[in-house]
């Protein structure tokens, strides 16, 4: 018996469908559907079971399905992005010798775990995914969990492992053969790399944990930014298991890895820097170089533009060199979703092309398979898909996991209390009639072969039955040798473990020069002088890994007033060339972020959305910068990816030995160089600092005078040093400024700072909590200046947090001193016209005081926070003083840096998790 259900439907076709498609199309998959399920549901035969020859227009190919047992408790939950080492229970791996219904299934994964049983000496279910082949079509490699272990915590569980199963031997081996090293992390999503190592997702995070260790802290697995579960990243081992190396640095996870043809990996990743962005398509090369973002940051929208909870997972290659992605909402609660095909070769965004190709328009994204499928719809009319592979035989062809749409029927009226409703395929009008609900899904595997316009079943839908992942086991082309950019003649950098960041100018934003009089006269310092730049130094930051409560219970009020950047520390500084243009070492492999900041140490640029990172001897260059904070047309262009953003604007210098014009003339350019590429060629690639350190080198002492140096110190402090003394002299990789309030910034509020005359008698005290404080100097109550209290003593409000903190970082009310006591200041209350509100009582008649008058209504005096954890520059209440106002010169400039790169960073209590209060 041989089954070929003809439809109309396309491959790779396009659009934005919706429910209106059954209002305008014809009914021909809903027909398809409505044989399907005859076939499936109402007796026919089980073709399963049949013996038959092979078709006579499929050339048979293996293939491997992960099966699910739906009658299992538990085996309904649906994977989650945001936690991929979730058990479900249930799986098998199922391989077919030929891709046809009556290929003889064989479950290659029946017999591990077979000493875990329960109590009737029935085998406990098992969990697989991340299924994938090896490019000879010899070996299968996929994630495996051993059974739930009822006896033991959440922490001491199984945890997901690499498997691999040799296809002609019919071995099946954990390629971590270690039990220890194999439960030291969730390793998932394993695919094969050319040269055969194994590239694979895993909470070990062995970089980060060696960093750790540096840091003096000790080894633990941090927590992705939400702080649910173990951040999950990418890593590459050895065939053997041996030699694992963590080659991503993000602080969320990194998942589905993909090889693509030009040896380049292609993953889905979570960018979670200051919230949740959504998950993104990145690429980089296997040694851990050249990590960028490939597609999607602003394509996370429904049909009609508006934000959705759509992200692509599950990433595929096609023969024709697409992208195939699942688009994946973060929670599900159902199996399957829909598929599409990407041009990522010309595009970046779904409408936006990259720079080279701006004549296009889009979209980007084309439907992998069935036109008709609507996610964005309550019901889809097109079904859905759980599993998709396309053949590499020239075909064109895809194997499936598809569920049709079905309805359940409403009862008849007269229908008794045990009649249960019957399933049905949708229809126009059915899905038009609300008495019609969803049913739930049923899947099959199928062929679909756009030459022919056939779809043939190979495994036909069963209850209690899905298939979630299906693979070809076939040979496809190996992928070429990755590119690097990783400069191996860089010995010394590779052996510092340092990396170089080029930025050609900090005004090239997406093309466009947003320096206040152009870069060409920007880069002159005879045009514009130094201190009119606005931007001046580069700030490099770094995130702090979370530890989990088994590590560390630390209380929420360590992250401060807000949680939204988590921690943070500062890696150090460098100037910013005359013409916007930086060049400086930076560690490698190390999760950092970079700020723009002023004269004063103040960031005037958005925050860094993304994480960047470099490998050891590598140099990464990029033309500008990106505000990615609106929805502007600039922010929606293309940028983070180097092949795709518009050329930099920064042409450079204009000729070659000679200076850049009106220059020091020991500054000889080459052609075409920026500013600090001609620094450095000559002075070497300077090391970050930990200070705001800058020298006037650009300007000619022959024509003009050089601008002033630039130089705040944290040696210049007179409190405690929010760095080592061993940093503070001279920088090293491995250096960075870790401030915590209560440690660092609570101590300038009580530092002496009387001024005394030559017979040391006070003519003035300029201390912060002589006069910001409830008591005065005999002790007596008074009104905080300002109504500001920096005392360091714990808040009334909230005891976590001390009162300055509070203070400074929270809205409050104005006090005043009444009998002896401070309390809120109370105001009479007016309505529009300018006349008294009165209280009322609940049947709105007046209260009357004991003289028999109205009582007016009075509220509370609002006084708004000085400090923002957006940044120094949206806190002018607790700078303006300091700046041009009554405290000038109160604190150094060392001090005001050291307050302003902390607020920088998001003003957080602490900054280390391992100094903060535990619960």
């Given at each position: ?31 398809l ?7 499936a ?8 079971n ?16 992960v ?6 408790e ?24 030929r891709?046809?219904?009556t290929?003889?299934e ?11 049983v ?15 082949t ?5 070996r ?12 033991a ?10 498997w ?8 099946l081996r ?10 030291t ?37 941090g ?11 990418l ?13 991503s ?36 090369n296997?040694?851990?170089?050249d ?58 965004d ?33 079904g ?34 045990d ?50 992942e299906v ?16 400069d ?24 466009e ?5 152009g ?8 045009v ?15 995130s ?37 243009s ?12 970079i ?25 990464k ?15 929606l ?30 500054l ?33 002492p022959a ?17 405690p ?30 530092l002496?700072?009387?001024i ?20 005065d100097?005999?002790?007596q109550?008074q009104?905080?200046?300002v ?18 903190y ?23 209350v ?8 009165f209280?009322l ?20 005096v ?13 806190s ?8 041009s106002?009554s ?24 900054n ?8």
């Amino acid at each position: 018996m041989q089954i070929y259900l003809q439809n109309e439907q396309s491959n790779m076709m396009t659009g934005n469908p919706n429910t209106d498609y059954l209002l305008t199309k014809p009914l021909k998959t809903v027909l398809l559907c409505s044989c399907i399920f005859v076939i499936a549901a109402c007796g026919g035969e089980d073709i399963s079971n049949q013996e038959q020859k092979p078709d006579p227009v499929v050339v048979d190919v293996p293939i491997a399905v992960v099966k699910r047992d739906l009658s299992i408790e538990g085996a309904d939950v649906q994977r989650s992005i945001t936690a991929p080492a979730l058990f479900i229970p249930g799986a098998s791996l199922i391989l077919k010798a030929r891709a046809n219904a009556t290929a003889i299934e064989v479950d290659i994964t029946a017999n591990v775990f077979e000493d875990r049983v329960d109590e009737e000496g029935n085998r406990l279910p098992i969990d697989i995914k991340d299924l994938e082949t090896s490019y000879d079509g010899s070996r299968l490699i996929f994630s495996m969990r051993a059974p739930e272990d009822e006896n033991a915590d959440d922490d001491e569980q199984p945890t997901w492992n690499i498997w691999e199963y040799v296809i002609e031997s019919k071995e099946l081996r954990r390629v971590i053969s270690s039990d220890i090293a194999a439960q030291t992390g969730e390793d998932t999503g394993p695919v094969y790399l050319a040269d055969g190592r194994i590239l694979f997702s895993s909470t070990r995070q062995r970089g980060n944990q060696a960093r750790l260790l540096d840091e003096g802290k000790p080894q633990y697995a941090g927590l992705e930014e939400s702080r649910d579960v173990h951040a999950s990243v990418l890593h590459i081992m050895d065939a053997n298991g041996e030699n694992l190396e963590q080659i991503s640095y993000n602080q969320s996870h990194d998942l589905d890895p993909l090889v693509m043809p030009n040896g380049k990996i292609i993953f889905s990743r979570w960018d979670q820097f200051g919230g949740s962005k959504g998950v993104h398509l990145y690429q980089m090369n296997p040694d851990g170089s050249d990590l960028e973002i490939l597609y999607g940051r602003h394509s996370h929208v429904d049909s009609n533009g508006n934000n959705a909870d759509i992200h692509f997972t599950q990433t595929r290659v096609t023969p024709d060199g697409r992208i195939l992605v699942a688009l994946t909402a973060f929670e599900k609660d159902e199996l399957g979703t829909d598929f599409v095909t990407i041009d990522v070769v010309n595009y970046i965004d779904n409408f936006t092309p990259i720079a080279a190709a701006d004549s296009l328009t889009g979209p980007a994204q084309e439907k992998a398979l069935f036109e008709n499928i609507d996610i964005e719809a309550d019901i889809s009319p097109g079904g859905y898909i759980a599993a998709l592979y396309p053949l590499f035989d020239g075909s064109g062809r895809q194997l499936f996991s598809w569920s049709q749409c079905r309805l359940l029927a409403p009862l008849a009226v007269d229908a008794g209390t045990d009649e249960v409703r019957s399933v049905v395929p949708c229809s126009l009008e059915t899905l038009l009639d609300p008495t019609y609900e969803k049913a739930p899904p049923l899947y099959g595997l199928w062929m679909f072969d756009p030459s022919q316009g056939t779809q043939l079943p190979l495994v036909v839908p069963q209850e209690d039955a899905s298939y979630s992942e299906v693979v070809a086991v076939e040979s496809r082309p190996f992928p070429a040798d990755p590119s690097s950019t990783i400069d191996t003649s860089e010995t010394a950098l590779i052996d510092a473990n340092m990396g170089i960041i080029h930025i050609r100018s900090v005004y090239d934003f997406a093309g466009e020069d947003f320096s206040p009089q152009g870069i060409v006269n920007m880069a002159n310092p005879t045009v514009v002088a130094p201190d009119q730049r606005p931007a001046r130094f580069l700030r490099i930051i770094k995130s702090v890994s979370i530890p989990d409560e088994n590590t560390l219970d630390i209380e929420n009020s360590a992250f401060g007033r807000s949680r939204n950047q988590l921690m943070r520390e500062v890696l150090g500084y460098t100037p910013i060339q005359p013409d916007g243009s930086v060049k400086v070492a930076v560690p490698a492999k190390v999760p950092f972020g970079i700020s723009i900041v002023d004269a004063q140490g103040k960031r005037i640029s958005a925050r860094h959305q993304n994480w960047l990172q470099v490998a050891p001897g590598e140099t990464k260059t990029c033309s500008g910068c990106h505000d990615g904070s609106n929805n502007s047309d600039i922010t929606l262009r293309p940028h983070g990816r180097s092949d795709a953003e518009t050329p930099s604007i920064n042409n450079g210098a204009p000729s070659t030995g000679v200076p850049f014009p009106d220059t020091n003339p020991s500054l000889f350019a080459d052609l075409g160089e920026t500013m600090a590429e001609t620094f450095t060629r000559i002075n070497g690639v300077p090391d970050l600092t930990p200070d705001i350190l800058f020298a006037d080198v650009w300007a000619d002492p022959a024509v003009q005078t050089p601008a002033d140096n630039i130089e705040y110190r944290y040696a210049d402090l007179l409190t405690p040093l929010p760095i080592t003394q061993s940093c503070a002299q001279t920088w090293t990789s491995i250096c960075r400024a870790v401030i915590n309030f209560p440690d660092h910034i609570q101590p300038l509020f009580e530092l002496d700072r009387a001024i005394v005359d030559t017979d040391g008698l006070v003519v003035a005290d300029n201390t912060c909590v002589a006069c910001h404080n409830r008591f005065d100097a005999d002790n007596q109550l008074q009104v905080p200046a300002v109504q500001l209290e920096l005392t360091g003593n714990p808040s009334p409000a909230n005891a976590e947090l001390l009162t300055s903190y509070r203070e400074l970082m929270f809205n409050d009310v104005e006090l005043e001193l009444i009998d002896g006591a401070l309390l809120p200041r109370l105001i009479p209350v007016f309505d529009n016209s300018g006349d008294p509100v009165f209280e009322l009582d609940e049947d709105g008649e007046l209260i009357l005081d004991e003289e028999g008058n109205p009582i007016q209504v009075t509220q509370q005096v609002g006084v708004g926070s000085a400090m923002n954890v957006s940044g120094a520059s949206n806190s002018a209440g607790f700078f303006a003083p300091f700046e041009s106002g009554s405290h000038q010169g109160w604190l150094s400039p060392a001090e005001l840096k050291m307050i302003s790169e902390w607020l920088d960073v998001g003003g957080q209590n602490y900054n280390n998790p391992f100094d903060a209060p535990t619960n």
